[in-house]
């Protein structure tokens, strides 16, 4: 008898474990994703968004001059879903850990081959592809969860901005469309319907041969 209730105890206890294990609560740091169209395709960023909570960020939390994840939880990514260019590099579609290391006067911005980095220890300068430097503006309201948001995007060219605390720092993304977009109206422009008007619009608005337009 001993041992039957030895046994429905234990499987009691094992049972309400498992029931934690099941427990939801809100995530501290939430994860979200960003997507924007650009160009012929698009750019995406997934991370999570840290609170301030009363807290020093920058030079304390955050340090300076260290390799930081731009992010909470896990690696902050960024896919691109074709080719870009940051900086004087060109970047392949496909995705991309974006780290930063915050500093006082000039903050790195850096792109690299691994989508698992969430600690300075586990970085390598050696899977770099992009590493630029970088201006922080400081903002004259606070921003309580960390935001990296899309700014001034035009067809070809736009900016991703990381918001925090009292810090905003901006890089640039271009794309060229333009030999890829040329081809596309050759090719229709033989078919049975060509698309006059939108060849005609986008010659214009880009500057384009204006007597094809």
């Known amino acids: 008898m001993k041992r039957v ?33 650009f160009g012929l395709s698009s750019v995406e960023i997934s991370y999570s968004r840290p609170g301030v909570k009363g807290r020093k960020i920058f030079g304390d939390l955050v340090p300076f001059d260290k390799v930081w994840r731009t ?30 290391i915050p500093g006082q006067s000039e903050w790195t911005i850096i792109l690299t081959k691994s989508t698992e980095v ?13 590493r630029i430097k970088a201006k922080p503006m400081p903002l004259p309201f606070p921003v309580e969860s960390l935001m990296i948001v899309f700014d001034d995007v035009k067809p070809t060219a736009m900016q991703a901005v990381i918001l925090w605390e009292n810090t905003a720092v901006a890089f640039p993304i271009t794309t060229a469309i333009d030999g890829k977009v040329s081809a596309q109206i050759d090719q229709l422009m033989k078919t049975d319907k060509p698309p006059y008007f939108a060849a005609a619009m986008y010659y214009l608005e880009n500057g384009k041969d204006l007597d094809k337009a």
């Open 71 to 100: 992010g909470a939880n896990g690696a902050t990514v960024i896919t691109f879903g074709d080719e870009v260019t940051i900086g004087d590099k060109k970047v392949p579609a496909g995705k991309y850990g974006l780290l930063t």
């Open 118 to 130: 969430t600690s300075p220890s586990a970085y390598k300068q050696a899977d770099d592809v992009v």
């Open 5 to 37: 209730l030895s046994l429905l105890a234990a499987a009691i206890i094992c049972s309400a474990a498992f029931s934690q294990n099941d427990l939801k609560v809100p995530a501290p740091s939430p994860a979200t994703t960003i997507k924007q169209d």
